[in-house]
């Protein structure tokens, strides 16, 4: 008789061991969702800012890449500070800056801008984009912010206090409020986990700059 009374309260447990060892083997077995994602982060950005080199006085020409005169081409001195700019990037022995992965200069009928990137552009074998004009640095900064990193921009340097403001960077203490009148500087402003740092170099690259 106690047999009997133990097999029937085995066979009425028996379910119930079941259902919880189930419901222990669900829980074990369900992925913990984690925190809620938050805001996406900017990615991180390295952007440098030179104004073209050296332009003609009033009242004098430059030289196209033709050899004809021009106003809006550089100075002999604008095409000598242009040929020693990749002197301020790898592979140069003395490299200052980290090589661009992207090259930006002005649309437009002024060459001198593109000029100045030209010998740099060549030694590092990129294109230099130049499909917008001065004028429109909101569209600039857009497009740096969303080209490879490092970006170099060779700009009209009446531009750069708007292309600061549209990248954003405008709020940092020691950005010049602009471009003082010099075309031996490079403005370095780089974001990393979505603050903006600046710092101003010069770069040394002719007799005469500071």
Not at 13 to 33: H, V, Y
Not at 98 to 116: D, H, I, K, N, V
Not at 118 to 133: D, F, H, N, Q, S
Request: proline share 12%; net charge neutral; glycine share 10%.
């Amino acid at each position: 008789m106690a047999q009997t009374r133990r097999t029937v309260l085995a066979a009425a447990l028996g379910p119930l061991a079941a259902g919880a060892a189930g419901l222990t083997g669900c829980s074990a077995e369900e992925p913990d969702p984690g925190p809620a994602p938050g805001p996406e982060r900017p990615a991180d950005a390295l952007i440098m800012l030179i104004r073209h080199a050296e332009k003609p006085y009033a009242g004098d020409v430059g030289e196209d890449d033709e050899g004809n005169d021009d106003p809006g081409s550089l100075a002999g001195r604008g095409r000598r500070r242009a040929e020693a700019l990749p002197g301020l990037f790898p592979p140069a022995r003395r490299a200052a800056l980290p090589a661009p992965a992207t090259l930006f200069a002005p649309a437009g009928p002024l060459a001198r801008s593109r000029q100045t990137l030209a010998p740099l552009a060549e030694e590092l074998g990129l294109p230099i984009r130049a499909e917008i004009p001065p004028g429109r640095e909101a569209a600039l900064a857009r497009a740096a912010l969303a080209a490879r990193t490092p970006v170099l921009i060779c700009w009209e340097h009446t531009g750069f206090p708007r292309l600061v403001r549209a990248l954003g960077a405008a709020g940092v203490t020691s950005v010049p409020a602009g471009w003082p009148d010099r075309y031996d500087l490079v403005w370095i402003l780089t974001r990393r986990r979505a603050v903006w740092s600046f710092r101003e170099m010069g770069q040394h690259l002719l007799p005469g700059d500071a």
